[in-house]
Structures are given as C-alpha cells and as structure tokens.
C-alpha cells in the first residue's frame, strides 16, 4: 500500500530586487561670479570645469548619491585665489545648492551638497584655493523623471568649527558665454522583480502488505496450524469417548 510522506507536490516562489543603476555625468565650463566676504575684497570671476556625477536611473523612496566637482582653470586668470594664506590643516568648505526638479510640476526644491577639504600643505596668499568635491544624496518619491542641476555655492576657510566665508559664488547672468549649468536627468521607475518557481517533488514510502518479513525462513519451526488442527483432533475424541461410555452405562443399569 503507497502512502504520501513528506511533502506534497506544490511550488514555492521567490521573489528578488533586481535594479542596475548605470552612472553618467554632465560636465560644462561654468562661467560664476564670486562675491567677496572677510578677508577677501575683491570679486572674482572663475570659469570652473563644472562636473556633476549620478545615477541614470532611481527607484521611488531610495536615495541617491550625486557628487559635484568644481575645477579651477589653470590659467591665472578667472580663477578663485587665496586673499590669505590657508594653513596646512584648516579647513576648506563649500556648501552648493542643487535645484531638483520633478517629477511632477510643482517638485522643484533646493538640495544641499557639502565638501570639505584639508590642505596636506599651506596655500599661499594668491594661490588658487582647493576645491574639494561636494556630494548630496536625493531621494525621489514617485515616479517619473527629475533633473538636477548645480547652482550656487558658498567658500569658507578655518581651523575646526565654523569656517570664515571668503566668497559666495552663483552662475552669472552678465557674462557672454557659458552661463549654462550642469545638469542631469534621472528616471525614476518601480523596482523590477524576478521570480524564481522551484518544484517540490512528493516523497512516497512503500508499506507492505500483512506482516513484516523476518527472515526466519526454514529454521523458524514447524507452522502454528498443525497445532490447531492436532489440538482439534482431540478435543473431539475426547468428546466421542464421553459419549460411548454414557451409553454403556446406561445398557449396564437396564
């Protein structure tokens, strides 16, 4: 008789996240103009190899990473420069806003992004000041697409704790060229699943039929019927025995 054992046939399903996010960046000669602030006087005016770095695709409610470079010409004009001499160890920090956009109309909003840098060796007062690179994180919460781009930006130097502005610095809108910012486009979609389907196979035990096997064979005596038969026999000749001596008995009295 087949009996079902562990496991009946079904099938179990598993399910994974599968998003592969691939990189881009948009890179522009950014014409600002830099106002000054503490120890610095004068207005500068640098064309800065602006690089903005992301994902080309996100996910709704997950945040991503994008990194803003800011490269100073190598020239020695339209540069930013030290009005004083940065020493080796303060600090060199920039706070940039980015303008993200969508995905629906009336998204727009302002995301910070922070840098801050420690020069290994003094900076000479006239030198151009390092630019160390900004990084912001961005989460979309629906989907669709947003664009990001890189505006305007603050400079501060000092020892640990709250640097001192030298320049704040945004996009011009007086210069002849190069007035475009850098900018990304990103979609957003739901997270793509993958479904795996793994067949569980039933597991069937065989049961024999009336009692078990127990290998005695030929050395396991004589069969239990020959007794039953044999006791038969003579519970039945007993009986007939009774009988034949109630008759004699009974011829004897007469």
Request: glycine share 12%; proline share 8%.
């Amino acid at each position: 008789m087949r009996t079902a054992a562990a496991g009946a046939a079904g099938t179990a399903i598993v399910t994974g996240g599968l998003f592969a996010i691939a990189a881009q960046a948009d890179t522009k000669t950014v014409a600002y103009v830099c106002a000054p602030s503490g120890p610095a006087t004068a207005t500068a005016s640098p064309n800065l190899t602006v690089a903005l770095n992301g994902p080309t695709g996100a996910i709704p409610s997950q945040a991503v990473t994008l990194t803003w470079v800011n490269q100073q010409p190598s020239g020695t004009d339209q540069i930013i420069t030290a009005p004083a001499a940065i020493p080796a160890g303060d600090r060199v920090v920039i706070v940039g806003d980015l303008i993200v956009a969508g995905p629906s109309p009336a998204g727009t909003r302002t995301v910070q992004a922070t840098a801050t840098g420690t020069p290994a060796a003094e900076v000479a007062s006239g030198s151009p000041v390092p630019l160390p690179t900004l990084t912001a994180l961005v989460t979309p919460t629906a989907t669709g697409t947003i664009s990001v781009k890189a505006d305007k930006f603050t400079l501060g130097v000092g020892p640990s704790g709250s640097p001192t502005t030298w320049y704040s610095c945004s996009i011009s809108t007086t210069a002849a060229a190069n007035t475009t910012a850098a900018a990304l486009s990103i979609k957003v979609t739901p997270q793509t699943t993958r479904t795996v389907y793994v067949t569980e196979t039933a597991q069937v035990t065989e049961t024999p039929e009336g009692g078990a096997a127990t290998g005695g064979g030929g050395e396991a005596g004589p069969d239990g019927r020959l007794f039953l038969l044999t006791g038969s026999a003579l519970v039945l000749a007993a009986a007939g025995g009774g009988l034949v001596l109630r008759a004699r008995r009974r011829a004897v009295r007469h």
